[in-house]
């Protein structure tokens, strides 16, 4: 399920069995790596719409999680998701992103972080972006599986 009306109303229904969280982490800067950082925004984007479509019923795709690259105040925003989150029942929370700073900041959340180095994509049709991101979402599969068999 993802962020939108009919999605939300689905899992207003059905909220007793979507137990997992996903949320995007996409860091945004103006600097020389903007765009590196836009490349990996759409990675993240088209990794995790792909995810939710392989587990769709048992996840939630949250917006996503919109951060200033240079903003040390990120970990304590997200940290304030987290802890909605877990509050509303997910008792797995999945952040994915391209960034891996995140690596370093994942013992302090509760969620997994899922690093996953991006690819760049300009240059590619959308047929090409979606096949080569199946094959990143077929490597995830069983690390969900692992974490949802852990609880």
């Known amino acids: 399920m993802k962020w939108v009306a009919a999605d939300v109303e689905m899992y207003q229904k059905a909220a007793e069995y979507v137990?997992?969280?996903?949320?995007?982490l996409l860091p945004v800067s103006f600097g020389e790596?903007?765009?590196?950082?836009?490349?990996?925004?759409?990675?993240?984007g088209i990794l995790t719409s792909q995810l939710e479509k392989q587990f769709r019923g048992r996840i939630f795709l949250l917006p996503d999680f919109v951060y200033i690259?240079?903003?040390e105040g990120s970990l304590d925003?997200?940290?304030?998701?987290?802890?909605?989150?877990?509050?509303?029942?997910?008792?797995?929370?999945?952040?994915?992103?391209?960034?891996?700073?995140w690596r370093q900041r994942e013992k302090d959340l509760k969620g997994n972080v899922l690093w996953m180095p991006?690819?760049?994509?300009?240059?590619?049709?959308?047929q090409q972006k979606v096949a080569i991101v199946d094959d990143q979402v077929k490597q995830l599969l069983s690390l969900f599986t692992e974490k949802w068999d852990e609880k």
């Open 19 to 24: 137990d997992t969280a996903i949320v995007p």
């Open 33 to 44: 790596d903007m765009k590196q950082n836009a490349s990996m925004a759409e990675f993240t």
């Open 69 to 71: 690259k240079e903003d």
């Open 77 to 101: 925003a997200l940290k304030n998701w987290e802890n909605s989150l877990l509050d509303k029942q997910f008792n797995h929370i999945f952040y994915v992103t391209s960034d891996s700073r």
């Open 118 to 126: 991006s690819l760049s994509m300009d240059q590619m049709e959308d």
